[in-house]
């Protein structure tokens, strides 16, 4: 027995210590990380510093490829049917994981199965947005104006089925106006230049992309839509505080890899993005821009799609929500 006990500490041992050496193995080339929108918005912002970093401490190039289109699907699609190595990586955020599989029909990917959870690095506030020309200066105003000529607004998301989309019509609804005409867009870019031009009066979109131009004067901010104020414009009042407690509403974005990757690499990106929370450098990057670094669990990151899943489903169902 005692023999038997010594040869499976031996084997135990080493098994460990294969896992190990495995894991300082990866990478030994370049990582691709797959972000699912456009450039210039929240997610590929953030995407740019994490490879930065990732770059210098992994010793091996990784890069950022934007695929945006079709509700994120197309660079969600390319990273499901990648090599489940651990050199492809998805970039994406709720609108893949909590929100498709409740709006979209037929995915060419399973949203859950297809993946493994590598965690959630950063959460921002979202804003209600619009254009110098819209006279309102507060979401009273907003709307007493909208509902005098409801058919004269429009507002902008950036995209069909995202956060963006569903926090606006969770405030439509609480505001009681109906039929506001929903304007898509390819990304937060895209979504930021048709409300600077004034080709949509109203948007609502992250505090990342809204800063610049909200301090440049070019656009307004008339509500945060998440419980607490955005850290970058602590003077903006957030929905809760102006009596409309039940739009709590952010972006995040998440780091997830094609299922069948293996242990020891899931391990090492698993502590990595862990780690990004301790990282002075990413801290000060991602606060400068308005994002809180989460660096969270993959239990953590999958309770948060399940719990989402459970509200927007909703939201899903009275909005009438598909994609188009």
């Avoid at 619009?130 to 007493?144: D, F, K, Q, W």
């Avoid at 690499?265 to 801290?283: F, H, N, Y």
């Avoid at 993959?298 to 009275?318: D, H, L």
Wanted: some cysteine; overall charge positive; hydrophobic content about 45%.
């Amino acid at each position: 027995m005692a023999q038997l006990l010594r040869a499976f500490a031996l084997l135990l041992i080493g098994t460990i210590w294969c896992s190990e050496v495995l894991a300082q193995e990866y990478p030994t080339k370049p990582i691709k990380l797959i972000v699912t929108f456009s450039p210039g918005g929240f997610t590929d912002v953030t995407a740019r510093f994490v490879a930065q970093h990732w770059t210098e401490r992994f010793g091996q190039p990784v890069v950022v490829e934007n695929k945006p289109g079709a509700a994120t699907v197309i660079g969600t699609d390319a990273v499901a049917k990648a090599a489940p190595d651990g050199y492809t990586l998805l970039y994406t955020g709720a609108s893949t994981f909590s929100i498709n599989p409740i709006v979209l029909k037929d995915l060419p990917y399973d949203p859950l199965k297809s993946f493994a959870p590598i965690g959630i690095v950063g959460t921002t506030p979202m804003m209600v947005l619009a254009n110098p020309s819209v006279s309102a200066r507060n979401i009273g105003e907003l709307t007493v104006l909208i509902s005098a000529k409801p058919r004269e607004y429009s507002y902008g998301s950036f995209g069909t089925g995202t956060t963006s989309h569903f926090a606006g019509e969770l405030l439509w609804s609480a505001l009681g106006i109906k039929s506001l005409l929903h304007v898509p867009y390819k990304g937060s870019g895209p979504l930021m230049a048709a409300l600077v031009s004034g080709e949509v009066p109203l948007s609502i979109d992250t505090v990342v992309v809204a800063a610049p131009q909200i301090r440049a004067g070019k656009i307004k901010a008339i509500a945060v839509t998440t419980a607490a104020r955005s850290s970058l414009l602590p003077n903006v009042s957030t929905l809760a505080e102006l009596g409309y407690p039940g739009i709590d509403v952010g972006a995040w974005v998440a780091l997830a890899a094609p299922a069948g990757t293996p242990d020891h690499v899931l391990r090492r990106l698993r502590s990595e993005t862990a780690r990004l929370r301790t990282v002075k450098d990413i801290q000060e990057k991602f606060a400068a821009i308005g994002v809180d670094v989460v660096g969270s669990s993959p239990e953590e990151f999958t309770a948060k799609v399940t719990g989402e899943i459970r509200r927007y489903s909703q939201v899903a169902k009275e909005a009438n929500i598909r994609a188009e």
